[in-house]
């Protein structure tokens, strides 16, 4: 990085602000709010969230910010190209001035409080893009170059401040749904409303409206049938593939497939309390989805399954994986059932989304009942209903 030398303009002397080492101690004093910011977020991301992938997003972003400041050149007024990878060898530290700072003694009420470990890492959020901005502005006068890669790292502080908040958000929304059933006439021995009620009764938690052959105006009306339904019995409900569907029926969400409307383009169309799901069959799939950070992510299959065959089986190789990745809630579905539903929740808690093992059943109710039983041994606790 080369030095671009102050920059003046009619009313203000920058050299004259360098000379008295003010743009020293706004970056300094930036940069620890920036860093200690980042590291606030990195704590809850990886102690709270337990998020593997956001703790490293974060924890990376905090070591670029300290290459980009230690390659400023040594001293503020050095014009000198010489690069300097160690951020105390910049000259930065000399002119901190700790008992003369005139900001240390003012402060708010708020400042003293925080509600819960949430109120925390919001407030970090909030610090970072304040402090990045400032160093992005005050450092332009030092070095253009310098502006420019913190212009850029304050665009990825909002991104992760987004990925949290997603996050935090889903676990809100969907983190405490255990069974999540599949409606399809055609593999409901009874009728369909009849089931879906029998099978809430049994203790599902959420339900999904999956017909894919259905005319519009029929959908629709299914669709605000189970959504009444849901929402007496104060459970979610969920429309397959179809945004518009889930919207014009009072649905609480949409679940969505690799080839459906993107998640970002499904967040633009409905109101941000609407749940967003997104199916995923191998682990690349489900680094993308994590990085898009939808309310849920389904991975499946977990078996073989004649409700929708595959020719590609993820099994719970690819959930487990998955876990280690990502706090955002996880949906195992795709051929579970009585018998291999121990096995997988041992290896890897999660949603258990089923359709013929439960609505395919002689009675529906008391085959969703009979799963939730060999459920109730897993770490696995409800943390509300939909309203």
């Known amino acids: ?33 920036s860093r200690e910011a980042l590291r606030v977020m990195e704590e809850f991301a990886r102690f709270v969230l337990d998020d593997s992938s956001l703790t490293g997003a974060i924890k990376t972003a905090r070591h670029d910010l300290t290459t980009i400041v230690g390659a400023l050149p040594a001293g503020p007024s050095d014009t000198s190209s010489q690069q300097l990878p160690d951020y105390e060898n910049t000259g930065l530290p000399v002119h901190r001035d700790i008992v003369g700072d005139v900001g240390t003694e003012i402060t708010t009420p708020s400042e003293s409080h925080r509600e819960s470990e949430t109120a925390v890492v919001h407030v970090a959020c909030k610090r970072l893009s304040e402090s990045l901005r400032v160093l992005e502005e005050y450092g332009k006068v030092v070095d253009a170059e310098f502006g420019a890669r913190i212009e850029k790292l304050r665009y990825r502080g909002y991104e992760l401040e987004r990925r949290l908040a997603a996050t935090i958000h889903a676990r809100e929304k969907f983190g405490g749904m255990q069974l999540y059933v599949l409606i399809t006439e055609s593999l409901c021995r009874g009728d369909w409303f009849t089931t879906a009620k029998a099978v809430l009764q049994g203790g599902a938690d959420c339900l999904q409206l999956r017909e894919k052959n259905l005319p519009d105006r029929e959908l629709l009306e299914r669709a605000k049938r189970l959504a009444q339904l849901c929402r007496d019995m104060e459970r979610i409900f969920i429309v397959n593939d179809r945004t518009d569907i889930a919207l014009a029926a009072g649905a609480h969400g949409v679940h969505l497939g690799q080839d459906d409307v993107p998640v970002a383009a499904a967040r633009r169309m409905l109101p941000a309390r609407m749940i967003v799901g997104l199916s995923t069959h191998t682990i690349e799939q489900v680094e993308v989805a994590i990085a898009l950070a939808p309310d849920y992510i389904a991975v499946g299959p977990m078996f073989d399954t004649h409700t929708k065959p595959q020719t590609h089986i993820a099994g719970p190789e690819v959930l487990a994986e998955a876990r280690k990745r990502t706090a955002l809630p ?42 939730r039983a060999l459920m109730k041994d897993t770490r696995l606790e409800p943390r509300g209903r939909a309203t």
């Open 330 to 371: 996880l949906v195992a579905i795709g051929g579970i059932d009585v018998q291999n539903i121990d096995m997988l929740l041992r290896t890897t808690p999660a949603c258990i989304c089923v359709c013929r093992a439960v609505i395919s059943q002689s009675d529906p109710a008391n085959a969703a009942r009979r799963l």
């Open 1 to 33: 990085m080369r030095h671009q030398g102050p920059q003046t303009r009619p009313g203000f002397d920058a050299a004259f602000v360098l000379e008295k080492n003010s743009v020293s101690r706004i970056v300094d004093a930036n940069l620890n709010r």
